[in-house]
């Protein structure tokens, strides 16, 4: 987490503990390319909660957009809030299914999906 941290640092807003001092507020747009793990991971340390009840509870398909944004409510102090997880509107604008990878059988009896 230390180089996400750096990352975060360098667009102004620093951890301290739970928090992120926004040291130099901006509307700066960082966009990031990972794996639904990491993808859990990194949410789960912005908004300090466990990544289990991330990887175990929600979905974020192959090509999915999670958007975040930070708010300054108390003036230095930023938290991140996201607006929107494992978006997968665009596919259907274009037409394109979304992909079942990430997700188990919806039934058991469901023989050709993903079981445990």
Known sequence: MVAFDGLLARHGYVRQGLYYRAEKPNHD????????????VL???LMNVSP???????VAAPSSVTTLYTEERRE???AF?????GDISHLYAGNEP??????F?????DTEDRHD
Do not use: Q
């Not at 289990?52 to 929600?58: R, S």
């Not at 979304?98 to 997700?103: E, G, N, T």
């Open 105 to 109: 059988c919806e039934c058991y009896t």
């Open 43 to 45: 949410l789960s340390h």
């Open 76 to 78: 230095g102090i930023a």
């Open 52 to 58: 289990m009840a991330l990887w175990h509870g929600t």
């Open 98 to 103: 979304p992909a079942f990878a990430a997700r």
């Open 81 to 85: 809030r996201m607006a929107s997880f």
């Open 29 to 40: 747009t960082v966009c990031l390319f990972c794996h639904f793990g990491v993808e859990c």
